[in-house]
């Protein structure tokens, strides 16, 4: 197909400067490189999400420091633990339950009045600052420890993938077999969703898992940690992904889920995360993360990927600092673990506003804006740093030529100028990631397949 050389100059120009204009730490630009990346976060909050919060304005309080950085950093699967704990929060007593939570995010996302606070309007809320982000999807964990419940939010369906029916679960229950000694996912279970992406831009979908391993240093918390990260390794592998067999749960050995789904196909990963509440890089021995990642054999061929080998997980700095650590400069706690052999890494990082080397300008919008002092955003948000990761994922095959948007057989000004319109008119068609947005990332992708050409 011919495509016209002078279309095609504009078209990397203006690819050039937005490409270059969303990754940029050192000039408060902190989005993704490129629009198809599923960017996952993990982030411990510190029970700055509750029901019974009264400080859900815009304030120098932790509700609105939280709602900043989300809105700033935008991920499309955000991974939350220890929300709902009110006497944490200090605005009441227990736990909330799974609808109060729930309630209580649809505030965090979209303001209104608090039902929880006389009908007093939240005026801090992520789309107040970032108005065509969303997370519309939603599962709260029914798992608890009587203080504290973990979320997964995402940006696209939570949705049966793998035909059992299901696609969201607070836990699992094993009977011993292979390397572990039977239970569930630790002190507040293991979550996991099921999320459908766009069949017109990903070849696969992708299962997010989500954990909060007990804390503490005495023998009892390392073997409770142990057993559970143990468990979570267990049931990726033979859950989901048949141990190589084909066949999800071979030996029989997972009571709970009680169904038998399909093995993922071979372009949906397992990406899981949470506070593994250990660090492996000084704890002196093999830890939650590592056998997430690797089951009992490293190297072997019984780890967690798809194919068996062992699964990866993270190494993130803070991009202007490289500092490694999420509950402190240098002391890691967070992780997000995931089956490298179909997920990618583009890119991994933390982050902190008030860590070596930051100034203002280095700031994501809206977090800049916070109230008093930007820089203390962080702190007041948590103890812990978000890790986030920007995954390059398997893309559908495009059997169309997308960019030739009059389908006169040329790529040329013509197709630009029609797109852009329809992007500018809200027309269906220029939905291009099928989010239900029209955004930089439609813009992006119509600015790759021009960049391509076609068949």
């Known amino acids: 197909m011919h495509r016209a050389g002078f279309g095609s100059l504009i078209i990397m120009g203006v690819m050039t400067g937005w490409a270059s204009a969303q990754w940029d730490p050192n000039n408060g630009e902190w989005g993704k490189e490129v629009s198809t990346d599923l ?23 932790d509700w609105n420091a939280i709602v900043h950085i989300v809105a700033a950093l935008q991920p499309d699967v955000l991974l939350i633990q220890e929300a709902g704990d009110r006497s944490g929060n200090g605005s009441g007593t227990g736990v909330d339950s799974v609808g109060e939570l ?39 964990s029914s798992s608890t420890d009587q203080f504290n419940r973990n979320i997964i939010m995402s940006r696209y369906p939570i949705a049966d993938i793998n035909g059992d ?53 005495a023998s009892s918390d390392l073997a409770d940690r142990l057993r559970a990260s143990q468990n979570i390794a267990y049931f990726i592998d033979y859950f989901f992904n048949g141990a190589g067999t084909g066949v999800s749960d071979p030996n029989n ?74 509950f402190s400069a240098s002391n890691k706690l967070d992780y997000l673990i995931w089956q490298d052999s179909i997920a990618t890494a583009r890119r991994q990082f933390t982050f902190a506003s008030f860590t070596t080397g930051m100034t203002i300008d280095k700031l994501p919008v809206p977090v800049r804006t916070f109230p008093i002092q930007p820089l203390s955003t962080s702190g007041v948000a948590s103890d812990h740093r978000p890790v986030i990761i920007d995954f390059i994922l398997p893309l559908a095959e495009v059997v169309e030529c997308l960019a030739d948007w009059n389908n006169d057989g040329e790529l040329n000004f013509f197709d630009v100028s029609l797109f852009l319109g329809d992007f500018s008119g809200g027309v269906a068609r220029a939905d291009l990631n099928g989010d239900g947005e029209f955004n930089f990332f439609d813009v992006s992708l119509f600015l790759a397949a021009f960049s391509a050409g076609c068949p």
């Not at 390397?179 to 766009?198: C, S, T, W």
């Not at 017109?200 to 804390?215: E, F, Q």
């Open 39 to 61: 960017r996952v976060m993990t982030w411990n909050i510190r029970d700055g999400i509750v029901s019974t919060s009264p400080r859900k304005h815009d304030g120098f309080v």
């Open 102 to 140: 729930t309630t209580a995010l649809g505030l965090f996302m979209y303001g209104g009045p608090d039902p929880f606070n006389g009908g007093q309007m939240v005026t801090s809320y992520v789309q107040r600052w970032m108005p065509k982000y969303d997370l519309p999807y939603v599962f709260v």
């Open 165 to 217: 029916g299901q696609s969201a679960f607070s836990n699992f229950v094993l009977i011993p077999d292979a390397y572990q000694n039977g239970g569930n996912g630790g002190i507040r279970d293991f979550m996991h969703v099921e999320i459908d992406l766009p069949d017109g831009v990903y070849a696969g979908d992708v299962v997010v898992g989500n954990m909060h391993l007990k804390s503490g240093g």
């Open 253 to 326: 050995k997972i009571a709970f889920p009680a169904s038998t789904p399909a093995v993922l196909d071979a372009n949906t990963p397992v990406i899981v995360g949470g506070d593994l509440n250990e660090n492996e890089a000084t704890n002196g021995r093999k830890g939650p993360a590592e056998w997430i990642a690797r089951a009992a054999v490293t190297g072997g061929t019984d780890g967690t990927d798809r194919d068996r080998s062992d699964s990866t997980y993270d190494s993130a700095q803070h991009p202007i600092s490289g500092e490694t650590g999420t």
